[in-house]
């Protein structure tokens, strides 16, 4: 049975709400078929090709206080650290040398980083590498400031929406931040003709079964560029310090039905799905990601940048080593590219 539901989301690229539940709530009978099912989608669209982003976290400031992040405005405790408009062009520089065409720019709400600093960097960049993307991922902001930014050059934007469950975020975010705001600034993207990336925590706190078959019609509703997924982690400093771990498991097996219900959408295997798993990210591609994000900020930095504990920020992480990385992703069956990669209009 479970078969013929899988075979019938990659006719049709969409199941219905009860149809999505029934998969993750018996995932352990079906994963590996849909596992497989979802790498053959991937390469029918991209073939066994891994984009590489190099990820650039500018500031760990953040004016928000989300129950679940280190980098939260109340965490006493984190090291707070800002790169000039400068630095950032510069790992941009070093990152071009390295072979990334696609350079995201990642930062708390720091009010610090005004329009026109972007918007400098972002020119600054593109007319230093004009064959490269830029991804930003600043959180909220309004219209008028997204518009600047896209004009500026900017070409895509992620902005994880958490949940999709309106009481659900209610549940992970103080009262000064809505669901509401959330939706306004994807559709703002949206409008401004930003490639778009959104996506949740897997195994976060308060989340169900049914939350997560609602996100897959979310996704299909919003039918997104990019999604990005990882386990939830706690932070030792946050109001979730004593919850539990999501797990490799769950996310993986959500990241083939995404690929199945989204078939052209890029995906990555994230820096938190290979720190609650050392094979998390082959796992990832595994299951039909094929995108990778390491790490261009300064070495300096990277410990500071801890959204949760036991962040993996060395070795294969560290953009420098991605040779390293390159020869892991080869025993998965797929090879890491240094294009753009670009969304895919077709399949």
């Known amino acids: 049975m479970y078969k013929e539901l899988i075979d019938r989301l990659e006719k049709e690229q969409t199941l219905d709400f009860e149809e999505y539940l029934l998969l993750i709530e018996h995932r352990d009978e079906c994963s590996q078929y849909l596992k497989e099912k979802a790498c053959e989608v991937r390469n029918n669209v991209y073939g066994r090709r891994v984009f590489i982003r190099g990820l650039i976290e500018f500031s760990n400031y953040c004016k928000n206080?989300?129950?679940?992040?280190?980098?939260?405005?109340?965490?006493?405790?984190?090291?707070?650290?800002?790169?000039?408009?400068?630095?950032?062009?510069?790992?941009?520089?070093?990152?071009?040398?390295?072979?990334?065409?696609?350079?995201?720019?990642?930062?708390?709400?720091?009010?610090?980083?005004?329009?026109?600093?972007?918007?400098?960097?972002?020119?600054?960049?593109?007319?230093?590498?004009?064959?490269?993307?830029?991804?930003?991922?600043?959180?909220?902001?309004?219209?008028?400031?997204?518009?600047?930014?896209?004009?500026?050059?900017?070409?895509?934007?992620?902005?994880?929406?958490?949940?999709?469950?309106?009481?659900?975020?209610?549940?992970?975010?103080?009262?000064?931040?809505?669901?509401?705001?959330?939706?306004?600034?994807?559709n703002d993207l949206k409008s401004l003709g930003y490639q778009l990336g959104i996506g949740f925590m897997v195994g976060s706190p308060y989340q169900t079964d049914e939350d997560l078959a609602n996100e897959m019609l979310f996704l299909k509703k919003i039918n997104p560029h990019m999604v990005g997924i990882g386990p939830f982690i706690p932070h030792k400093d946050t109001p979730f310090k004593d919850f539990e771990s999501g797990n490799a498991e769950l996310t993986t097996f959500l990241l083939a039905l995404i690929r199945l219900t989204l078939p052209r959408v890029l995906l990555p295997a994230t820096t938190a799905l290979g720190t609650i798993d050392p094979l998390g990210r082959e796992k990832g591609i595994n299951a039909g990601a094929n995108v990778l994000m390491p790490n261009l900020s300064p070495v300096g930095v990277r410990k500071k940048y801890l959204?949760?504990?036991?962040?993996?920020?060395?070795?294969?992480?560290?953009?420098?080593?991605?040779?390293?990385?390159?020869?892991?992703?080869?025993?998965?069956?797929?090879?890491?590219?240094?294009?753009?990669?670009?969304?895919?209009?077709?399949?």
Not at 121 to 132: A, M, W
Not at 315 to 332: D, S, V
């Open 307 to 347: 959204l949760y504990d036991g962040k993996i920020c060395t070795g294969e992480e560290a953009a420098q080593c991605i040779a390293c990385l390159k020869n892991r992703i080869e025993k998965t069956g797929c090879r890491i590219v240094t294009d753009r990669g670009d969304y895919s209009e077709e399949i």
């Open 65 to 186: 206080n989300c129950y679940y992040c280190g980098i939260r405005a109340e965490n006493k405790n984190a090291e707070r650290y800002r790169l000039t408009a400068d630095e950032i062009i510069s790992c941009a520089d070093d990152g071009y040398k390295l072979g990334f065409r696609t350079f995201v720019l990642q930062g708390g709400e720091d009010p610090h980083f005004t329009d026109d600093i972007f918007c400098r960097v972002i020119n600054e960049i593109k007319q230093n590498h004009p064959d490269c993307a830029i991804t930003l991922s600043l959180g909220e902001r309004s219209y008028d400031s997204y518009k600047r930014l896209r004009e500026a050059g900017a070409d895509r934007y992620l902005l994880r929406h958490e949940t999709c469950n309106k009481s659900h975020y209610k549940k992970l975010h103080p009262e000064q931040m809505s669901y509401s705001n959330r939706l306004r600034c994807i």
